[in-house]
């Protein structure tokens, strides 16, 4: 019952919020934090409440919902799904608190926030493939309106951009959902998964192709990925938070679920084609990232390179690999979410993300260049620190069967060096531009979005095993199915 009700809180707060009158702004912010609140609350719960020993699914409902179909509403998780439920409920209650920079449209705003939470949240926990592709649907109006109407710049373009690509990547999962069901008559992704190696090689490529299209595009992988930059720029800072943080990693979970598990053998002769993704994606995101100007754009080309690093974990089918995989994810969305913060904490106050218009600001702003070095640093793969940890897995992972993706990637571990140092001496070091010399340090609201995300960037990096723990029975099970022995 622990995941209907986390998963009712952001439904029940738009409920409650579309109910509110529109001229009470307040009220309705408060009742999303409080749903987001109360999902973060059951987050902890289920973390506390869950048995890491336990490799199968823990906390099942399972009720008939459209039983013509065989349809059911079927919740669950593993340690496969608990990091990014954890990761959702988190960065869902932060990137609400942050939502304080939205002046305008208020009841809107807040209750395709929630709806956005709500589909998030049941994509993770999900164990039917309709119902699992119902949330991953669900997600995209949201955010097409999240971005078109309450982002910046091209922010029709942006949205526009972030649909067509996603709702084209949809029509590969689709089609290959209604095949598996044809041939096997049912939703149940443990029943698939439990039969997986039963279907003929020739069906699993086709069927694991139109997975994988859907897939990286959320990822995402290169050539995929071009939405991505475009949707981070446009889109407000709450949501850049959400897109980056959380978004993403739905296609990387469902590779994890679904792709490699139900489809293995399918899974494992595309092996190679996306370790290699992964790889010109690392070295290319990096590169790119180099030659941005504006700050946010930068932030946005480094999530391409970094969730690279999932793919080519993922492709090793090693327990260092996939570890370092779900740990890469997990991490990203942590350090990713906090540089989106404080991108956005200086464009509220200086109305440019320009990195040739700062310069000086670490003599000026010392609370927001501790916090910028900080997580420049977690990004960069500083050891000590949650960034380092998934990348070095992932690599490692992979360097006896995927050698020449993973040296190859290395490219991209130096040019982020290049990157990140770059980004922070234009911003923090030099003479200090006297149009910033009054220029207000971090509040008390933004420190309280940001000191969580660094004190779980710190704990994890110092000490993984609080992290890998929570999957490591989970992982070694997925490996069983995948590889059969």
């Known amino acids: 019952m622990i995941l209907t009700q986390m998963l009712l809180c952001p439904v029940i707060g738009l409920l409650v919020a579309l109910a509110l009158p529109k001229n009470r702004p307040g009220w309705i912010r408060a009742v999303a934090i409080t749903a987001t609140g109360a999902a973060l609350l059951l987050g902890v719960k289920l973390l506390l409440a869950f048995d890491p020993n336990a490799p199968g699914i823990q906390f099942q409902q399972r009720v008939s919902w459209i039983a013509p179909l065989n349809v059911y509403y079927n919740v669950g998780i593993d340690g496969l799904s608990l990091p990014m439920v954890l990761l959702t409920v988190l960065l869902g209650f932060i990137a609400c608190l942050a939502s304080n920079s939205i002046k305008t449209r208020h009841k809107e705003y807040y209750v395709l926030y929630l709806l956005l939470v709500a589909g998030m949240l049941g994509t993770f926990i999900a164990l039917d493939l309709f119902l699992f592709y119902v949330f991953w649907e669900m997600v995209l109006v949201p955010m097409y309106f999240l971005i078109g109407i309450w982002g910046g710049g091209r ?239 992932s690599l490692l992972g992979a360097y006896e069967s995927l050698q020449k993706a993973v040296i190859f990637a290395t490219i991209g571990i130096v040019m982020t060096a290049a990157y990140t140092l770059t980004a922070t001496q234009k911003v923090l070091l030099g003479p200090l531009n006297e149009k910033w010399k009054a220029l207000p340090d971090v509040d008390g609201l933004e420190m309280l979005t940001l000191v969580p995300l660094l004190v779980l960037t710190l704990v994890i990096g110092v000490y993984p095993l609080f992290l890998i723990g929570l999957q490591d029975a989970s992982v070694q099970r997925f490996l069983t199915q995948v590889l059969g022995a």
Do not use: C, N
């Open 155 to 393: 922010r029709e373009y942006s949205a526009f951009k972030f649909f067509v690509y996603t709702l084209a990547g949809s029509m590969g999962i689709l089609l290959s959902i209604l095949t598996l069901y044809f041939r096997t008559q049912t939703f149940d992704i443990l029943t698939l998964t439990a039969t997986g190696h039963s279907l003929e090689l020739g069906l699993q490529k086709l069927l694991f192709i139109g997975f994988f299209v859907g897939f990286a595009v959320k990822v995402p992988l290169f050539p995929f990925h071009t939405w991505l930059p475009d949707a981070h720029v446009d889109a407000p800072t709450p949501i850049s938070v959400i897109l980056a943080g959380v978004l993403l990693k739905m296609g990387g979970y469902a590779f994890l679920r679904i792709g490699y598990p139900i489809l293995p053998d399918g899974a494992r002769s595309f092996g190679w084609l996306m370790a290699g993704l992964g790889a010109i994606g690392v070295v290319y995101g990096a590169f790119v990232a180099l030659a941005q100007t504006d700050l946010k754009k930068l932030v946005a080309y480094s999530s391409v390179s970094h969730m690279g690093f999932v793919a080519i974990g993922l492709a090793s089918l090693t327990p260092e690999g996939v570890h370092g995989a779900i740990f890469q994810m997990f991490s990203h969305g942590i350090v990713t979410g906090g540089m989106f913060l404080l991108v956005g904490v200086l464009y509220e106050r200086t109305h440019t993300r320009s990195l040739d218009a700062f310069g000086g600001l670490g003599v000026r702003v010392p609370k927001f260049s501790a916090l910028f070095i900080f997580f420049s640093m977690a990004s960069l793969g500083l050891p000590g620190l949650s960034g380092f940890v998934g990348e070095f897995l």
